[in-house]
């Protein structure tokens, strides 16, 4: 006979005695354990692996050990053992009474899971032949030997027994076993499968995950062989927050908030007496796994813990499990106010989580959308969470650059207690949300806000994300890093109340702020792709150069790529909207209505040239200078490209004067024009340290660019209408020249020698081009004035031709005004070039005296020096015809034969006194009526002492030239 230390005969006989005298009382056992086992009710089926683990944990606590549950299937036989404390009677009790627990009220014991024993009869779904064996003692059921019973008393118990078709309770009836259980373990369930439900135990033995280790805290590890092929799941780390769990080698760490307390006392009246002692501490348990310290929301449909697995659906995707009341089903939280209270609960843990969440956008995922809710207590707790996120402080905010404060603190100390109270750990130390989380996986922790202090960007803003973020980084209170901004995070955000900022509540948060340009340039290029919204921009606030920061964008000038050498407070005199180029971010401000600008278009600013008019009377006189003097200096202006800067007021004498009335120092002009250092000097000098300091910063050209004379200044003006010169104004016409006027009349007897005609009204100087203050030069010095004149502009002048253009488009050469001029000076060694000759114009000797012979040669024909005989009739035949009734002169002889007639063709129609004496020879001259113009030579025997003159090809035009007689007269 087996050992029987639970006195299960006894216990037999004591059932089997109340099913033969009371004609019901086998129905109702029937009836309780069909409730449970066949899911009439909802019942325990497909509960197998959670009742037996909830056992496993509850005897591992009780025996303050490390529980390890092994589940182990082959040959259809399931084994599941586990350690802890080993059968006993009282568990003998609980497991004959369908509804009596041996874990019901003694709270001097650890906390357990399973509660009311009748947990045990979910191994009925899967087996008719359950036992279990401990080293203490064992027990075995069996619906085979309990139906022998049953005929055995026959009466009613027999009858009902047939109209069940032999289905009978078998938890009701144990019979001893001496076998112990699987070597390693102080308990083992051992269940003969039957053949329909082989296929869905291994399903359930598939379907374990690691989280079953959450819900039973009393165990360590879990192992599963199913064929032989073995599984193993258990704990490998855990502290406050975190919680490693491994499957097969896999670790996954859970962010894991445990929460526990005592429920109040009037909310327990309403659950049975046996329940009420366990049910008088709660506690809450919210995780969410943890990959590359991001949290992952669980797949698929998530159901609510209580604390084991429910039906109740939930819609977080976490793993929350509390000690919720539950149905007689166990698949089915009961409702009522202690029910109620516990949501509460539960929804303060799925807050802390977040709290302690790693501060990435992800976190939103695990928060609830408004309105969601798959069933009553779901809505509610989700209802709850958000209620209560609202005003937890789990949002990441932006951090302030470093070194710089942000403007206004965005987190409250107090929002960080908001769910300190209530919030501890069942099993370690509380959790506070006052603590900055540093984190399961290693994250750092910025600091957090509430979402009603929180700001999100708008959708229209989105796009630039990560720009304006960075830009408005401690700018915003409460601002959310760029991927909390996106469109998937938004739903989240709204559903928590998060404030947005939109393009205009950008305007209005920068409003006033004092920052560097560079923080200006970075914002603008970050709003760039939100400018669809102008009229929401245009009021940003704008740095400009002089130090001063506008609002809105219009009028503002954009410095372009060359304004870059120039110091951005340099320009500041002008008193010109020119933005930092710091500041240039983008192409929104261009967008916005902001003008490129370069030093070119500067200088043509209407502002900047009144100012350079006004500059005299310039409050600051130098700083003006510095700023028009470097824009001259980086736009590269040429010496006389742009007139108006003579205006500029500089420094001489101490005072100051246009520019264009100042002499470089140093300059040769000093010594070149009459009467310098006096207070007749034409011109005065720069100031020599204010020069100086020009030249150090910008190079010689500068000073000569704004009109600072360094050489002679050449003058230059297109279509100038040549009668209008011949009456001048010369200061409404900016050419002051000496003899201009003269000049325009010597320009008309070049067109219209004979005087007859004049130049055609309309008839214009296509290009003037002409040097000034030749008369200003001092007599003694003109050796040093030609030295100037032969290089740079002034001997581009020189070189230049002048061109005559009449209204029918008739081109003709004319007279260059220098050259004019210059011919008719006594410039060399106090002769005029006029009347000079270049040394190799030897047809001309005799004639013209030779220029000096220290004179640049390739200057003097530039200067109007002679350069040969047709030169000479081209340039003034009137004084050759002169020159040549000098009898003081000679003539070359080659020149003598055919001189005359090329000066009758040169003054053809033109009416010119008759020289009184005509060279007949090179060294002989006779009186212009005792020569004949020869046009019959074979008439020589008529000249009757004449001197005979060759007439060329019009001898007609030499006689009236000479006002002399043909041979063909006489």
Not at 351 to 368: F, N
Not at 829 to 845: C, I, K, M, S, Y
Request: net charge negative; hydrophobic share 50%.
């Amino acid at each position: 006979m087996s050992h029987d230390p639970f006195g299960t005969h006894t216990r037999r006989a004591a059932v089997l005695a109340s099913w033969a005298g009371v004609t019901t009382r086998f129905r109702e056992d029937a009836n309780a354990e069909e409730e449970l086992v066949r899911g009439g009710l909802g019942g325990y089926a497909d509960r197998l692996v959670i009742e037996l683990a909830q056992n496993a944990s509850d005897a591992a606590a009780r025996a303050a050990v490390p529980g390890v549950l092994r589940f182990a299937y082959a040959d259809g036989v399931l084994s599941v053992a586990n350690t802890g404390a080993p059968l006993d009677s009282a568990g003998v009790d609980g497991l004959t009474s369908l509804r009596a627990s041996a874990k019901a009220a003694d709270a001097r014991e650890p906390a357990t899971v399973g509660r009311f024993g009748v947990g045990f009869a979910a191994v009925l779904a899967v087996s008719d032949e359950p036992e279990v064996r401990s080293h203490a003692g064992g027990v075995r059921f069996s619906a085979e030997q309990t139906r022998a019973e049953v005929a055995t008393i026959g009466g009613a118990a027999a009858a009902e027994l047939a109209r069940r078709d032999g289905a009978v309770p078998v938890l009701r009836l144990a019979w001893p076993v001496d076998a112990p259980p699987t070597a390693g373990f102080d308990t083992e369930v051992r269940l003969p499968v039957r053949a329909g439900a082989i296929e869905r135990v291994r399903e359930l033995l598939a379907d374990v995950e690691p989280t079953l280790l959450f819900a039973f805290p009393g165990l360590v590890r879990l192992e599963i062989a199913v064929d032989g092929v073995e599984r193993v799941i258990e704990r490998v780390g855990s502290d406050e927050r975190a919680v490693s769990l491994a499957s097969d080698g896999v670790v996954t760490t859970w962010l894991v908030v445990r929460a526990d307390g005592a429920v109040p006392a009037e909310l327990l009246a309403e659950r049975p007496l046996e329940e009420q002692a366990a049910l008088a501490r709660y506690s809450t348990l919210a995780a969410v796994p943890l990959e590359d310290a991001v949290p992952r929301p669980l797949p698929g449909d998530v159901v609510l813990h209580a604390p084991s697995p429910t039906d109740e659906p939930l819609s977080l995707p976490i793993h929350l499990a509390a000690t919720f009341p539950l149905e007689v089903s166990r698949r089915r939280v009961a409702p009522g106010a202690l029910t109620d209270w516990l949501a509460a609960r539960a929804a303060d843990a799925v807050v802390a989580l977040l709290v302690e969440a790693p501060p990435v956008v992800e976190t939103l995922t695990l928060a609830p959308r408004a309105g969601l809710g798959k069933a009553p207590l779901d809505a509610a707790i989700c209802s709850l969470v958000l209620a209560g996120l609202r005003e937890a402080p789990f949002l990441p905010t932006v951090p302030a650059p470093e070194g710089t404060a942000p403007v206004d603190p965005p987190l409250l100390d107090d929002e960080l207690d908001l769910l300190a109270t209530g919030l501890g750990d069942a099993f370690g130390a509380p959790a506070s949300a006052a603590e900055a989380p540093d984190a399961p996986g290693g994250f750092a922790a910025p600091a957090r806000v509430a979402p009603s202090g929180a700001v999100a960007l708008t959708a229209e803003l989105a796009a630039a994300a990560d720009a304006v973020v960075d830009a408005l980084a401690g700018v915003v209170p409460g601002l959310l890093p760029a991927d909390w901004s996106s469109r998937a995070a938004a739903g989240a955000l709204d559903a928590l109340d998060v404030r947005r900022l939109g393009v205009a509540d950008v305007v209005e948060a920068v409003a006033g702020l004092d920052r560097s340009p560079s923080w200006w340039g970075r914002l603008y290029t970050a709003l760039g792709p939100a400018s669809r919204d102008l009229d929401a921009l245009a009021a940003l606030p704008v740095p400009l150069t002089d130090g001063r920061t506008v609002t809105g964008v219009r009028g503002t000038l954009l410095p372009g790529p060359d304004l870059a050498a120039i110091a951005p407070d340099t320009l500041a005199p002008l008193g010109l909207r020119v933005v930092h180029p710091d500041a240039v971010g983008g192409e929104l401000l261009e967008r916005l209505g902001a003008r490129p600008a370069t030093v070119h278009t500067i200088l043509a600013d209407d502002r900047v040239r009144a100012a350079v008019a006004d500059s005299l009377d310039a409050d600051e006189p130098e700083l003006l200078a510095e700023a028009i003097l470097a824009l001259v200096a980086a736009a590269g202006i040429r010496p006389g490209e742009e007139p108006w800067l003579a205006e500029l007021a500089l420094p001489a004498d101490d005072d100051w004067y246009p520019a264009g009335e100042l002499v470089v120092p140093g300059s040769p002009l000093v010594r070149v024009f009459a009467g310098m250092g006096t207070d007749d000097a034409p011109f005065g000098v720069v100031d020599q340290d204010f020069a100086n300091d020009v030249l150090a910063a910008h190079g010689p050209e500068v000073l000569a660019a704004v009109g600072c004379l360094t050489t002679f200044t050449v003058l230059e003006a297109d279509d100038l209408d040549l009668v209008d010169l011949t009456d001048l104004d010369v200061e409404d016409a900016d050419l002051d020249l000496d003899g201009l006027a003269e000049w325009a009349d010597a320009v008309i007897e070049a067109i219209d020698p004979t005087g007859t005609v004049g130049a055609p009204p309309g008839t214009r100087i296509e290009r003037f081009r002409a040097i000034r203050d030749l008369d200003l030069v001092d007599p003694d010095q003109w050796p040093l004035a030609l030295d100037l004149l032969a290089s740079g502009p002034p001997r581009e002048v020189l070189n230049a031709t002048a061109v005559a253009v009449t209204p029918d488009g008739t081109r003709i050469e004319v007279p260059a005004y220098s050259r004019w001029w210059l011919a008719r000076e006594p410039i060399l060694d106090g002769r005029p070039p006029g009347e000079l000759r270049t040394p190799d114009a030897v047809d001309l000797d005799g004639l013209y005296d030779v220029a000096p012979a220290d004179a640049d040669p390739g200057l003097l024909p530039l200067l109007g020096c002679r350069t040969g005989l047709l030169d000479a009739i081209a340039a003034d035949p009137t004084d050759l015809l002169h020159r040549l009734a000098d009898a003081d002169r000679t003539a070359a002889p080659w020149i003598v034969p055919l001189v005359y007639a090329r000066i009758a063709e040169a003054l053809a129609g033109a009416r010119v006194p008759a020289p009184a004496r005509v060279r007949v020879a090179p060294d002989a001259v006779a009186e212009a009526d005792q020569v004949a113009i020869l046009d019959q030579p074979w008439r020589l025997d008529a000249l009757d002492g004449r001197a005979p003159i060759l007439g060329g090809d019009d001898p007609v035009s030499v006689a009236e030239l000479l006002d002399a007689p043909l041979v063909s007269e006489l």
